[in-house]
């Protein structure tokens, strides 16, 4: 409501003072606004930052926050209005008063998968910093924000303000290059925390804290493989409730020191099985010992029995969404160049189905007429997704595209070459996005769609 509205914002303003208030208000707002340009978060920022300057002071109007408010809304509403823009605003205007103010501010783009962020050298940096030092302030605290919007607030407000330190030191230093060397060593940690927390929590608002809990899973099984299920499902859940507790969290400290502790409990239990493990863990540094494991790649499968798959009465059991994740994490041990956005459509048709044939009136009928389907369209699904994915991993990359066209031209012997050029183009751009174990996992996964029959089809693959 109104009163809170006022009051936390006037909070901020009197704790931080203006000037590090209007950082806030950046961060905030760029995070928010990702595809916003930087004239639109100016003309916002201002906004904000002179309401709070006149009605947060003492002896203020009690009206005074209201009417600004008010006319700040009435201002969102106007035709050419300068501030971000968003489809929702006019479903906003539609309303009056306090109910429109808290649609506006409910408003927000959605985060951009691909950041676009590229620092630049360091005589750039330097020769943007002389040249106005706020206006390049600004500038980077938007473009960094916008890109990196995932990330908590707290590991954003903590990396923007180490590198501006960085910059306005190392730039009036007698020798920048050993300085920006040092600042940037000093600051590893923190800039990579921003660059992984971005990744996890981008993918927990997409996937949810289920489905995050079976693509951490999957991942570790990809890179070690003879671990078993029991080994791994404790820690992916647990780093599942890391992401939970810290993605939206506002405490200083939360993700480095939750993330932390996961690590330490990962090194604990998986160190003795395994050597890359257990080198990425003899670091003092949690942190780095983290990104370690977090960016070893997957290693070819180890000889395994066939995969169990799970009775009827299991699937549709209390314990079914388990032995559904133990049915799809022996899948990817099996098949460790098969990446996270195919594994993950895999999951989505697993819940589908249980979601359809567990309440179904014949639910064994149904689900053997689904898993008849399913074993029909899966090892080529997986076959064709490990194979693109697998030659990306081990060729260089022009070697992978001249492997690619050879398939194509085998495929498609009629094709023209402008029509197996344009393929080879589609499906290096999807491999080399979407085969690394980041991958930005909406956009991903719409480029694998299943084809419109049969519904209950595991999956295909246009692209592949």
Same mark, same amino acid.
């Given at each position: 409501?109104?009163?809170?509205?006022?009051?936390?914002?006037?909070?901020?303003?009197?704790?931080?003072?203006? &000037?590090?208030?209007?950082?806030?208000?950046?961060?905030?707002?760029?995070?928010?606004?990702?595809?916003?340009?930087?004239?639109?978060?100016?003309?916002?920022v201002?906004?904000?930052?002179?309401?709070?300057?006149?009605?947060?002071?003492?002896?203020?109007?009690?009206s005074c926050?209201d009417?600004?408010?008010?006319?700040?809304?009435?201002?969102?509403?106007?035709?050419?209005?300068?501030?971000?823009?968003?489809?929702?605003?006019?479903?906003?205007?539609?309303?009056?008063?306090?109910?429109?103010?808290?649609?506006?501010?409910?408003?927000?783009?959605?985060?951009?998968?691909?950041?676009?962020?590229?620092?630049?050298?360091?005589?750039?940096?330097?020769?943007?910093?002389?040249?106005?030092?706020?206006?390049?302030?600004?500038?980077?605290?938007?473009?960094?924000?916008?890109?990196?919007?995932?990330?908590?607030?707290?590991?954003?407000?903590?990396?923007?303000?180490?590198?501006?330190?960085?910059?306005s030191?190392?730039?009036?230093?007698?020798?920048?290059?050993?300085?920006?060397?040092?600042?940037?060593?000093?600051?590893?940690?923190?800039?990579?925390?921003?660059?992984?927390?971005?990744?996890?929590?981008?993918?927990?608002t997409?996937?949810?804290?289920?489905?995050?809990?079976?693509?951490?899973?999957?991942?570790?099984?990809?890179?070690?493989?003879?671990?078993?299920?029991?080994?791994?499902?404790?820690?992916?859940?647990?780093?599942?409730?890391?992401?939970?507790?810290?993605?939206?969290?506002?405490?200083?400290?939360?993700?480095?020191?939750?993330?932390?502790?996961?690590t330490?409990?990962?090194?604990?239990?998986?160190?003795?099985?395994?050597?890359?493990?257990?080198?990425?863990?003899?670091?003092?540094?949690?942190?780095?010992?983290?990104?370690?494991?977090?960016?070893?790649?997957p290693?070819?499968?180890?000889?395994?029995? &066939?995969?169990?798959?799970?009775?009827?009465?299991?699937?549709?059991?209390?314990?079914?969404?388990?032995?559904?994740?133990r049915?799809?994490?022996?899948?990817?041990?099996?098949?460790?160049?098969?990446?996270?956005?195919?594994?993950?459509?895999?999951?989505?048709?697993?819940q589908?189905?249980?979601?359809?044939?567990?309440?179904?009136?014949d639910?064994?009928?149904?689900?053997?007429?689904?898993?008849?389907r399913?074993?029909?369209?899966?090892?080529?699904?997986? &076959?064709?997704?490990?194979?693109?994915?697998?030659?990306?991993?081990?060729?260089?990359?022009?070697?992978?595209?001249?492997?690619?066209?050879?398939?194509?031209?085998?495929?498609?012997?009629?094709?023209?070459?402008?029509?197996?050029?344009?393929?080879?183009?589609?499906?290096?751009?999807?491999?080399?996005?979407?085969?690394?174990?980041?991958?930005?996992?909406?956009?991903?996964?719409?480029?694998?769609?299943?084809?419109?029959?049969?519904?209950?089809?595991?999956?295909?693959?246009?692209?592949?």
């Amino acid at each position: 409501g109104r009163a809170y509205v006022r009051d936390k914002v006037c909070q901020d303003f009197k704790t931080l003072g203006k &000037e590090d208030f209007r950082t806030l208000t950046i961060i905030a707002n760029s995070r928010k606004f990702s595809n916003a340009t930087f004239e639109e978060i100016d003309h916002l920022v201002r906004e904000i930052v002179s309401l709070a300057e006149s009605c947060c002071t003492e002896g203020a109007d009690p009206s005074c926050y209201d009417a600004g408010s008010s006319a700040l809304s009435a201002k969102s509403c106007s035709g050419g209005s300068p501030f971000p823009a968003h489809p929702g605003t006019a479903g906003c205007c539609a309303h009056e008063g306090l109910e429109r103010k808290l649609c506006l501010a409910a408003l927000q783009h959605p985060p951009q998968e691909l950041p676009r962020y590229l620092q630049p050298s360091n005589e750039e940096l330097c020769e943007a910093f002389k040249k106005d030092p706020k206006d390049f302030a600004d500038r980077f605290l938007h473009e960094y924000a916008s890109s990196y919007s995932q990330a908590p607030l707290p590991v954003l407000l903590g990396s923007t303000k180490t590198f501006l330190s960085m910059v306005s030191t190392c730039c009036i230093s007698a020798k920048p290059t050993a300085c920006f060397l040092k600042e940037k060593l000093e600051r590893k940690t923190l800039s990579l925390l921003t660059l992984m927390s971005n990744r996890v929590c981008s993918r927990f608002t997409a996937y949810g804290k289920d489905k995050v809990t079976f693509s951490y899973l999957t991942s570790l099984a990809q890179k070690m493989p003879g671990a078993s299920f029991e080994d791994l499902y404790p820690l992916a859940e647990d780093a599942a409730e890391v992401f939970s507790q810290c993605c939206d969290s506002v405490a200083e400290d939360c993700m480095q020191k939750k993330l932390s502790e996961h690590t330490a409990k990962a090194c604990g239990a998986l160190s003795a099985r395994d050597e890359r493990i257990a080198d990425c863990c003899k670091g003092k540094n949690l942190m780095q010992n983290y990104f370690c494991i977090a960016a070893l790649p997957p290693v070819p499968p180890p000889k395994l029995p &066939e995969v169990q798959k799970p009775t009827n009465g299991q699937l549709c059991s209390e314990e079914g969404p388990r032995h559904a994740k133990r049915f799809l994490f022996e899948l990817a041990r099996r098949h460790t160049s098969v990446p996270d956005a195919f594994l993950g459509k895999l999951y989505d048709t697993c819940q589908q189905v249980r979601g359809e044939c567990c309440s179904a009136k014949d639910a064994p009928a149904c689900l053997d007429s689904k898993r008849q389907r399913m074993e029909e369209e899966l090892p080529r699904f997986l &076959e064709k997704a490990g194979q693109l994915c697998g030659q990306y991993n081990e060729l260089s990359f022009l070697d992978f595209k001249k492997r690619l066209r050879e398939s194509l031209v085998q495929t498609l012997p009629e094709a023209s070459p402008e029509l197996l050029g344009q393929l080879v183009e589609q499906r290096a751009d999807f491999a080399s996005t979407c085969c690394p174990p980041n991958s930005p996992p909406l956009f991903c996964a719409s480029k694998v769609k299943p084809q419109p029959h049969p519904p209950c089809r595991a999956g295909s693959q246009p692209l592949l």
